[in-house]
T-cell receptor, first 109, second 113 residues
Framework: GQQLNQSPQSMFIQEGEDVSMNCTSS?????WLWYKQDPGEGPVLLIA?????ELTSNGRLTAQFGITRKDSFLNISASIPSDVGIYFC?????????FGKGTRLHILP | DTGVSQDPRHKITKRGQNVTFRCDPI?????LYWYRQTLGQGPEFLTY????????KSRLLSDRFSAERPKGSFSTLEIQRTEQGDSAMYLC???????????FGPGTRLTVL
């Protein structure tokens, strides 16, 4: 079945740094979703992408739908402590959504 | 706030007991999804409903698991004869029929002793 591979698995950064993470698939997706999950909570939808090449921002977050339709990227600018969490990419497969394993973001004090 | 709600937030049970979780979706959403999430993994699809009809079930949903959405509004997920391997976060999400944007509840954390 389809799988989403997220990279890196975890990141350790200083507050104020920019962050980049990506998600790749062996097959084409028509929609990419990015979620953030805090400990003990459900995932929260950050950005949805619908067209190849699309670049969409949500505050300090920017996500891009790769032109091959097999990848997507999420950038966070000027990270702050509340950015800590796990970031998941997701995409539709048949009638359901599949998720990557996440990128865990840590901010060093 | 009229987001997705789940009850209870936490459940501790002994192996062999039955448990039931409830999900109330966003009111105008007619699609409702159940996921299971274990440590270090993303949410894994279990089943989904469109209105009251259960349209797809994952192979992860063994015969000890049953989900219902009798009136097309709230849904329940029951696990019978719980096993330690059932310990996980159970997430519910809802969406409108024309969108892939799913909105999640806070989850129910199940611990089976």
């Amino acid at each position: 079945g389809q799988q989403l591979n997220q990279s890196p698995q975890s990141m350790f950064i200083q507050e104020g740094e920019d962050v980049s993470m990506n998600c790749t698939s062996s097959s084409i997706f028509n929609t990419w979703l990015w979620y953030k999950q805090d400990p003990g909570e459900g995932p929260v939808l950050l950005i949805a992408l619908y067209k190849a090449g699309e670049l969409t921002s949500n505050g300090r977050l920017t996500a891009q739908f790769g032109i091959t339709r097999k990848d997507s990227f999420l950038n966070i600018s000027a990270s702050i402590p509340s950015d800590v969490g796990i970031y998941f990419c997701a995409g539709p497969s048949d009638d359901k959504i599949i998720f990557g394993k996440g990128t865990r973001l840590h901010i060093l004090p | 706030d009229t987001g997705v709600s789940q009850d209870p937030r936490h459940k501790i049970t002994k192996r062999g007991q039955n448990v039931t979780f409830r999900c109330d979706p966003i009111s105008e959403h007619n699609r409702l999804y159940w996921y299971r999430q274990t440590l270090g993994q993303g949410p894994e699809f279990l089943t989904y409903f469109q209105n009251e009809a259960q349209l797809e079930k994952s192979r992860l949903l063994s015969d000890r698991f049953s989900a219902e959405r009798p009136k097309g509004s709230f849904s329940t997920l029951e696990i019978q004869r719980t096993e330690q391997g059932d310990s996980a976060m159970y997430l519910c999400a809802s969406s409108s029929p024309k969108s892939w944007e799913q909105f999640f509840g806070p989850g129910t954390r199940l611990t089976v002793l």
